[in-house]
């Protein structure tokens, strides 16, 4: 199984939406992405526009259709509707996404930085993954690396977890004893994950730099989902350099 490349564009959005018009494009950058090789384009669109906005979304998917590629569309899908943002469900409803990737994201949160804990009750969440299956998407929810009750995740109805990889990159940093126990904290809750029946996907702050590391450490990853350190390397390399590149390092993992 090679694990597959999903592109977050979001960062595209934040340069053009700092400025205003429609420039620089996400959706020509998602053309690149896809030309160069990447597997599938991801976005989160977050109740306040700040990124990605309702109508990327919309823009977007007939994109990803034409390439045959996958749309993974983020966010909370308890975050309420309101003006310039229909909600999670309704966008998912419009544009029918391949996989959906639920977060537990509060509105003010500059990003994600963690997942869902499945202490409190599970129908909730259950009765949103139900909502989005129902469309026909997959879904993934984030969850943090050694959760205990990741396999929780397969209660509620959720096919894959995707794991919060921030930490691992700090440990990547540190080195040493600090990233041996982290990677194996993130192989171990893999196991768990898969042990019930999970797929597993991973994001955030993963980068040409870690990437092989993590995947060597981790089983049978499904997918890596990366946007920021890609589009700021991108600024230097070009878009079809940097994905050309992230695809090696994926390559490089399985050898």
Request: glycine content about 8%; some cysteine.
């Amino acid at each position: 199984m090679t694990t597959k490349l999903s592109v977050n564009v979001n960062k595209i959005a934040v340069l053009r939406n700092s400025r205003g018009g429609t420039l620089p494009s996400a959706v020509e950058a998602a053309r690149t992405c896809l030309r160069a090789g990447a597997n599938g384009i991801t976005v989160h669109p977050r109740p306040d526009a700040r990124h990605i906005r309702s109508d990327d979304v919309y823009d977007l998917a007939p994109i990803c259709a034409s390439f045959g590629v996958e749309f993974n569309i983020e966010g909370n899908p308890f975050a309420p509707a309101r003006a310039g943002y229909p909600g999670l469900l309704a966008l998912c409803e419009t544009v029918r996404p391949a996989q959906v990737t639920l977060v537990p994201d509060s509105d003010g949160q500059l990003t994600s930085d963690h997942g869902f804990s499945f202490e409190d009750a599970l129908e909730p969440l259950a009765a949103q993954v139900a909502s989005f299956k129902a469309l026909g998407a997959r879904v993934s929810v984030f969850v943090n690396v050694g959760n205990p009750l990741v396999a929780r995740a397969r209660d509620v109805g959720a096919d894959r977890v995707e794991l919060y990889t921030g930490p691992f990159a700090e440990a990547f940093l540190a080195g040493g004893e600090t990233l041996a126990n982290y990677l194996h904290a993130c192989a171990e809750t893999a196991q768990l994950a898969q042990a019930a029946g999970l797929g597993v996907n991973a994001g955030h702050d993963l980068d040409q730099v870690n990437l092989t590391a993590f995947l060597r450490a981790v089983p049978a990853v499904r997918e890596v989902s990366i946007g920021h350190a890609l589009i700021s390397e991108a600024l230097y390399d070009g878009l079809e350099t940097t994905v050309a590149n992230y695809l090696a390092a994926i390559k490089k993992a399985a050898c």
